[in-house]
């Protein structure tokens, strides 16, 4: 039969398409994908509004379950609901890709996501270099703070793990890459260095600062998810746009 990726969309059930909904309903299995992000509304919602029941995947679920979902779709049609767009993690473009492979009819309903919703500070999406993601268990890992320094002139997006509910925050995420520039000594990302915090885009409480790290840290951000950017070089109208988040 068929395997569906549906996006949800980045923040909660407004943020889901119609033509998710209508790719949903079609399926004869479906699971929900949730350790990559945050959702604000529970699986049993999710379930009500698309009106069938829905299996959630643990984590890691699709790496260890690629073989039960590849035989599945093979005999069903089986849809996997992810949190913002389906294709924004590399996991999900395995699964395809291997669903391809054995020539397993695929499509993908594209959504709404933290990659581009990112735009909303004024910094032109274009002028992004690599993404990087700061993991908790952090103390031997480099590749983030290396990954600003490569990108330099261009803008750093920083994603921030979450496991079991627990979301890093924008703080320590800054605490993490100062503790880096302290073994370091590169002057790469210092108490001076611009940085900008968005906090649970696509909500209707998000927030978004930009400021110096000094600044920064003297404030408490306690909207979900949390995620920083490292700008590069701005354009004076990027410039402009930050002024106004200060
Ligand atoms: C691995 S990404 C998953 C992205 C998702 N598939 C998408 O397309 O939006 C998850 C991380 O992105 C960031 N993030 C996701 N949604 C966010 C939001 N609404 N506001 C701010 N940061 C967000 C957080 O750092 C979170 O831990």
């Known amino acids: 039969m068929s395997l569906s990726l549906i996006s949800l969309g980045l923040y909660d059930l407004r943020d889901i398409s119609k033509k998710a909904l209508d ?27 698309i009106g069938l029941s ?11 379950n690629s073989e039960k979902i590849i035989k599945e779709a093979k005999q069903h049609k089986v849809g996997i609901l992810v949190i913002g767009d389906a294709l924004s993690a590399t996991t999900h473009s395995s699964l395809l890709l291997e669903a391809k492979q054995k020539r397993i009819k695929i499509k993908v309903i594209h959504g709404s996501s933290i990659l581009t919703a990112i735009s909303e500070t004024g910094l032109f999406l274009y002028n992004f270099g690599k993404i990087t993601s700061i993991p908790f268990e952090n103390k031997e890992i480099y590749e983030p703070y290396e990954v600003i ?9 920083l994603l921030l793990d979450l496991k079991d509910k627990n ?14 520039e302290e073994e370091r000594k ?3 990302f210092t108490e001076d260095t611009l940085c900008v915090i968005c906090c649970a885009l696509g909500s209707d409480n998000s927030i ?17 998810p949390q995620c920083l950017i490292v700008p590069g070089k701005l354009h004076f109208h990027e410039e402009e746009f930050l002024e106004t988040l200060k």
């Open 23 to 49: 790719e949903a309903r079609l399926c004869n299995i479906l699971y929900f994908e949730d350790y990559t992000s945050y959702y604000d509304n529970s699986l049993e919602e999710i379930e009500k509004a």
């Open 54 to 64: 829905i299996e959630r995947l643990s984590r890691e679920g699709i790496e260890n």
């Open 149 to 157: 320094k490569r990108n330099k002139p261009l803008h750093t997006l």
């Open 167 to 180: 979301y890093m925050n924008a703080r320590e995420a800054i605490d993490y890459l100062l503790r880096i």
């Open 186 to 188: 590169e002057k790469l």
């Open 208 to 224: 978004i600062k930009a400021g110096k790290v000094k600044d920064l840290i003297k404030l408490t951000f306690d909207k979900y």
